[in-house]
Nanobody, 114 residues
Framework: QVQLVESGGGLVQAGGSLRLACVVF????????MGWYRQAPGKQRELVAF???????NYADSVKGRFTISRDNAKNTLYLQMNSLKPEDTAVYYC????????WGQGTQVTVSS
């Protein structure tokens, strides 16, 4: 059974940084394109960034230049380094396969205060 376990969220002031991690269990991680998604209150879940198995990356315009997605295939782990955080980045962050996502994990809450 596939399990996605996100961690690293928290409360941070605007301009601060956080590093999220996602450990993937129950599936072969290394060949999959993986993404970070987020869902803000009252809004639909959106894709933040994705990374191909070989390391190529792509970002939503709203986070380009501030967030960095990376992966460690040996550890079945996906990361999201978030710098220069803004209040509009406040959301629950999830990792999943992109684009054909699997069952969602619980996510990790990121709250950015102004």
């Amino acid at each position: 059974q596939v399990q996605l376990v996100e961690s690293g969220g928290g409360l941070v002031q605007a301009g601060g940084s956080l590093r999220l991690a996602c450990v993937v269990f129950g599936t072969i991680f290394s060949p999959k394109t993986m993404g970070w998604y987020r869902q803000a209150p009252g809004k639909q879940r959106e894709l933040v960034a994705f990374i191909l198995s070989g390391g190529a990356t792509n970002y939503a315009d709203s986070v380009k230049g501030r967030f960095t997605i990376s992966r460690d295939n040996a550890k079945n782990t996906l990361y999201l380094q978030m710098n220069s955080l803004k209040p509009e980045d406040t959301a629950v962050y999830y990792c999943n396969v992109f684009p054909n996502y699997l069952q969602w994990g619980q996510g990790t809450q990121v709250t950015v205060s102004s």
